[in-house]
């Protein structure tokens, strides 16, 4: 069984700085990639940041410089690493597993986890 993780929210002030923790875990080889997405109510999930097999990260330009995905010793864990936090910054935030399935590709998100920031 698939399972994908987040932990690591919470309320910061404006400037701070949060580090949010994803591990997935099940049958989920090979990895393709795995993401954060950010979502606030009556909006869609917009990507924050992408990390692939092979660490090439990707991020918009809205939050280059301030946040970092990376990778633990474990494959199947990912950081993100976020600084200079803004009130924008505040909504759920969601895992993404993207993975070469025996049936082809399949994507699985977490539960999601809240970052709020306040002004």
């Known amino acids: 069984q698939v399972q994908v993780v987040e932990s690591g929210g919470g309320l910061v002030q404006a400037g701070g700085s949060l580090r949010l923790s994803c591990v997935a875990s099940g049958s989920i080889s090979p990895i393709n990639h795995m993401a954060w997405y950010h979502q606030v109510p009556g909006n869609e999930r917009e990507l924050v940041a992408l990390?692939?097999?092979?660490?090439?990260?990707n991020y918009p330009d809205s939050v280059k410089g301030r946040f970092t995905i990376y990778r633990g010793n474990n494959k199947t864990t990912v950081f993100l690493q976020m600084n200079s936090l803004k009130p924008e910054d505040t909504g759920l935030y969601y895992c993404?597993?993207?993975?070469?399935?025996?049936?082809?590709?399949?994507?699985?998100w977490g539960q999601g986890t809240q970052v709020t920031v306040s002004s």
């Open positions: 993404n597993l993207d993975f070469a399935g025996p049936s082809g590709r399949q994507r699985y």
């Open positions: 990390i692939t097999s092979g660490d090439v990260t």
